[in-house]
């Protein structure tokens, strides 16, 4: 008997001792603390969008002619009007000096013959004087008058000549101009397609060439981004954006909806999106941004400041998340109310307190109500 009362406390301690090694260990987890902050609805494109300049001109020559003078190198500022390129133009100088030379020549003629007019005018009016005292035959006076008024229509005349010639002076300047290639506007040269001596010739009708000078206009830039078709509806000219670059990643920019296009592309039938133009409020200092940048943009709809909010992430299908009951050291699965939200946070309206912390990854094995985890360090939301 008394082996016995020995042996059953032994065995009830060793029983404790195997319960106590073999019980489920508390899991660690890493918890985020629940607290106030902006919360935006956000609509995001589908694919990645294009940094785009406002102007951006392809230059090129509409007649062929051989490059005398280039003025210009890739990357260099130019400001409108400026002389970018010149085809050979001795030609067309001979050529705008002559049509010069004869225009001065017919301004002369005219000259000569009005002064001829009014001086058979002057005659006529001497003659009429001596008629009327009967000192001049009737056929001299008629005679005066006629070559006076053919005087005048030559003269007259002249004008027309004139006209013609100052025509033509006009259009030889122009395709003397046409030889000259100026800048439209202030920009930096992008590219150049000619060198000195070389012969240029217009594109043919329907064959595309190189432009002889790819100029953009960098002070105004805009990213194009297509948006999912469902959310075009919701978007709106003038609303706040914001631009992100794979070439500057963490950095954001501001920027406003200045465009969408009125019809929806069908490039892939079952992802059709709808291209939206997002202007810079103002091109940033500091920061060479190329055209041709890959980017996005998140065009706000909705916003909220110091409102009670969790990372998206943490919400688990039916507006539940888990809340560790610091007392029990365990899980506690809660239903929350939400209001605005997007893939980065959520708006909490009901079912959780401000410094209360919930589960931040939803990968735990065996997750369910009560739980036992342990804290790992604390997650702090992004600002």
């Not at 017919?106 to 006529?124: F, G, H, S, T, V």
């Not at 002076?169 to 395709?175: E, G, I, N, R, V």
């Not at 101009?177 to 150049?192: E, M, N």
């Not at 012969?199 to 009708?205: A, C, E, K, M, R």
Request: with cysteine; glycine share 6%.
């Amino acid at each position: 008997m008394r082996k016995l009362l020995i042996l059953v406390p032994a065995l009830a301690v060793l029983g404790l001792l195997l319960w106590w090694w073999s019980r489920p260990q508390p899991l660690p987890v890493r918890l985020v603390t629940v607290e106030k902050g902006t919360v935006e609805t956000l609509v995001a494109n589908t694919r990645a969008g294009t940094l785009k300049s406002c102007r951006r001109s392809r230059l090129s020559f509409n007649l062929g002619g051989q490059v005398t003078e280039l003025l210009i190198d890739e990357g260099q500022r130019v400001q409108a009007g400026e002389v970018l390129l010149r085809l050979r133009q001795d030609d067309r100088q001979a050529r705008v000096a002559e049509a010069r030379s004869r225009l001065a020549g017919q301004r002369n003629a005219r000259e000569q013959r009005c002064q001829q007019a009014q001086l058979n005018r002057r005659d006529l009016e001497r003659l009429r004087h001596l008629a009327e005292r009967k000192l001049a035959a009737a056929d001299q006076l008629d005679q005066a008058e006629t070559r006076a008024n053919l005087a005048q229509l030559v003269c007259d005349a002249s004008d027309v000549l004139i006209h013609e010639a100052e025509a033509q002076l006009a259009l030889q300047q122009s395709l003397l101009d046409q030889a000259t290639l100026r800048a439209p506007f202030a920009g930096i040269v992008a590219q150049i397609n000619g060198e000195l001596g070389e012969y240029v010739t217009p594109s043919p009708p329907g064959i595309p060439t190189p432009p002889a000078v790819d100029l953009i206009d960098d002070s105004c830039l805009y990213v194009e981004a297509p948006i999912d078709e469902v959310d075009a509806a919701r978007v709106a000219l003038d609303m706040p954006a914001r631009i992100s670059l794979d070439a500057f990643r963490n950095r954001h920019f501001e920027g406003r909806v200045s465009r969408i296009a009125p019809f929806v592309r069908d490039l892939e039938k079952q992802a059709r999106t709808v291209d939206v133009e997002v202007q810079f409020d103002s091109v940033p200092s500091g920061v060479t941004l190329l055209t041709g940048y890959s980017a996005d943009v998140e065009i706000l709809l909705q916003h909220k400041d110091e409102v009670l909010r969790i990372p998206t992430e943490t919400l688990f299908e039916g507006r539940r998340v888990y809340r560790y009951d610091a007392e029990a050291g365990v899980l506690r699965e809660t239903k929350v109310k939400t209001g605005l939200g997007n893939w980065r946070w959520t708006e909490i309206t009901a079912g959780l307190e401000p410094g209360q912390r919930i589960l931040s990854s939803l990968d735990v094995e065996k997750l369910a109500d009560g739980l036992a985890v342990v804290p790992e360090e604390a997650v702090e939301p992004e600002p």
